[in-house]
């Protein structure tokens, strides 16, 4: 690569060979050597010759054009390159607009700090919303036969969800039951109603404690992992490249998900429900001195098929809402790390306090309806 020269021929300042910062560069006194000087003299500047060059060239020129208006001497700069020409123009921009530090500003008003949250507050509802839309709409195409989704892809979602989750469920299951079965016989063995230990596991359990134990741990497993995995493809950008090809996010990436969590979480509830009543019955045997044949017509003589329709329709509903909370907040997370550690973290407790919520309303519900 030719080193870099500013000579003066014929009337015209011609700028040559490659400029880089390492490169050795003529000074802006020597590249004005046999210029004639003059009060408006216009000085035209040619650069056909230039090879490579970097930001150092452009402040050769800003020194140069200063030097060369304090001599009198106009540079013109027309004939510079298109990316030279984009650079001069941000600089000229940063010098008439600088920026202004920021000025201290006092703490807002308790009026004024309500409003922003409650502003923020609707934003973010209202972005929700145009999520389940989309989601929906998604739904609808797949439902009438013009979803994008891969079949593959459903395939790896529903073992994810599913048969992966199998041993974290059965161990928490059993042990919930252990626990239940435990707390119930102290009161029971005062009444000497030992064998209703049945009906405390089986209602407990089937009704609620199964459902909303599968949906907790699921938010911790999948929806946490369905915000990192989404996150992280945002973060580098594969988000935009399916978008840049006309893929639907929503049903290339978003739909395996949400249909592998909602169809999962109601087998895996009754997978707990077993286990848990298992769990049960090792005290009701080890510990009340039972025996599995007076446990289990004990639990069937007292169960109804309501408690079990419940629990599986409420643990159908938090599959729902943990897929939702895992992918918005994997879609709407931000284009850094920390961004997508934020997301993980905002999946868990969203789908958390979802849960929390929905359980209190169908438990109310299924009372007042006496279900």
Not at 136 to 146: E, H, I, P, S, V
Not at 151 to 162: F, P, V, Y
Request: glycine share 8%; net charge neutral.
């Amino acid at each position: 690569m030719a080193q870099p020269q500013a000579t003066f021929q014929e009337g015209r300042l011609q700028l040559s060979g490659c400029w880089r910062r390492s490169a050795l560069r003529p000074t802006p006194e020597e590249a004005l050597q046999g210029v004639p000087l003059g009060q408006g003299a216009t000085l035209p500047l040619q650069a056909d010759g230039l090879e490579e060059w970097d930001t150092s060239l452009l402040i050769f020129l800003d020194t140069l054009q200063n030097l060369a208006q304090r001599r009198g001497v106009t540079l013109d700069l027309s004939a510079l390159p298109e990316g030279l020409q984009t650079l001069r123009k941000l600089q000229e921009q940063g010098r008439k607009n600088p920026p202004q530090e920021a000025k201290a500003t006092s703490p807002h008003s308790f009026l004024a700090r309500w409003g922003t949250a409650t502003l923020d507050t609707l934003r973010l509802f209202l972005d929700l919303l145009q999520f389940v839309g989309e989601l929906l709409m998604a739904l609808g195409r797949l439902l009438t036969g013009r979803g994008a989704m891969r079949r593959e892809d459903l395939h790896r979602q529903l073992c994810a969800c599913g048969p992966s989750a199998l041993p974290i469920i059965a161990l928490i299951s059993f042990l919930m039951g252990l626990v239940l079965a435990f707390v119930g016989s102290i009161p029971l063995k005062w009444f000497q109603a030992q064998p209703y230990v049945a009906s405390l596991v089986g209602i407990g359990m089937l009704r609620l404690m199964s459902p909303v134990m599968v949906g907790i741990v699921m938010a911790g497993r999948t929806s946490a992992a369905y915000a990192a995995e989404l996150g992280t493809m945002k973060a580098n950008e594969e988000l935009d490249a399916f978008q840049t090809q006309g893929i639907s996010l929503m049903d290339f990436l978003v739909m395996p998900r949400f249909l592998a969590m909602s169809l999962m979480l109601p087998l895996l509830c009754l997978f707990a429900d077993v286990v848990s009543i298992l769990g049960g019955m090792v005290v009701a045997i080890l510990d009340l001195g039972l025996t599995a044949h007076a446990y289990w017509n004990t639990l069937v003589s007292t169960t109804r098929i309501n408690d079990l329709v419940v629990g599986v329709v409420t643990c159908a509903i938090l599959g729902v809402l943990d897929a939702l909370c895992g992918c918005y907040q994997g879609m709407r997370c931000g284009r850094n790390a920390a961004a997508v550690g934020r997301a993980t973290t905002s999946a868990v407790v969203y789908s958390i306090v979802c849960i929390v919520i929905a359980t209190s309303l169908i438990t109310v519900i299924t009372v007042v309806l006496k279900y």
